[in-house]
């Protein structure tokens, strides 16, 4: 079954550092990754996808991740930090099991960047 | 704003009412799924709809629940003698055909009292 992971629940950063939110995943085939963003009592928000290619993907607001097959990694990254970078994220892989593209989340790594 | 829609955006009921919520996706989707979310969790899938066809229904989904797209437009999902672990948010995604990436709604809060 396709899983992904989120080490950490929280990652820390001061405003201007570069930032890097980690995911690992587990899957039969070739990965279909995602990160969404979340904010308090919205939904979530579609920042980058990977499908085949490139391993540096670039997304919204600046941010990128970098998949990794033999580490089977897909952590996402951004150069300098904003306050307002500060939400929720999550890592999510597309399920195999039949032909409906459903997404089996992580459970999300809260970003906090201080000013 | 032509994203996913949903209604309402909060919803407190008492322990065995039924509820029911609805979503509107981005014109033209012909994809459309239901995820619940519980507090500190990712997004969990309920359902999933291919225009009117309800294609896959996972078993989180217990008898209690139903999802309609009768015109494969909006969708509801109903929550019958509602229990107070139903108590999460629930989510609405729609994708075009073909595409991967799904596209989200705010969300529905149900809080069962």
């Known amino acids: 079954a396709q899983s992904v992971a989120q080490p950490e629940d929280q990652v820390n950063v001061a405003e201007g550092n570069p930032l890097t939110v980690k995911c690992t995943y587990s899957v039969s085939g070739n990965p279909y990754l995602f990160w969404y963003v979340q904010y308090p009592n919205r939904g979530l928000q579609f920042l980058l996808k990977?499908?085949?290619?490139?391993?540096l993907v670039k997304g919204s607001y600046g941010f990128e991740a970098e998949f990794n097959k033999s580490q089977t990694s897909f952590h996402l990254k951004k150069p300098s930090a904003l306050v307002s970078d500060s939400a929720l994220y999550f890592c999510?892989?597309?399920?195999?099991?039949?032909?409906?593209?459903?997404?089996?989340f992580g459970t999300g790594t809260l970003l906090a960047v201080q000013p | 704003d032509t994203g996913v829609s949903q209604d309402p955006r909060h919803k407190i009921t008492k322990r065995g009412q039924n509820v029911t919520f609805r979503c509107d996706p981005i014109?033209?989707?012909?994809?459309l799924y239901w995820y619940r979310q519980t507090l500190g969790q990712g997004p969990e899938f309920l359902t999933y709809?291919?225009?009117?066809?309800?294609?896959?229904k996972s078993r989180l989904l217990s008898d209690r629940f139903s999802a309609e797209r009768p015109k494969g437009s909006f969708s509801t999902l109903e929550i019958q003698r509602t229990e107070q672990g139903d108590s999460a948010m629930y989510l609405c995604a729609s994708s075009p055909g073909g595409a991967t990436e799904q596209y989200f709604g705010p969300g529905t809060r149900l809080t069962v009292t």
């Open positions: 014109s033209e989707h012909n994809r």
């Open positions: 990977y499908i085949t290619g490139d391993n």
């Open positions: 709809f291919q225009n009117e066809a309800q294609l896959e």
């Open positions: 999510a892989v597309r399920d195999y099991g039949g032909a409906t593209n459903k997404l089996i």
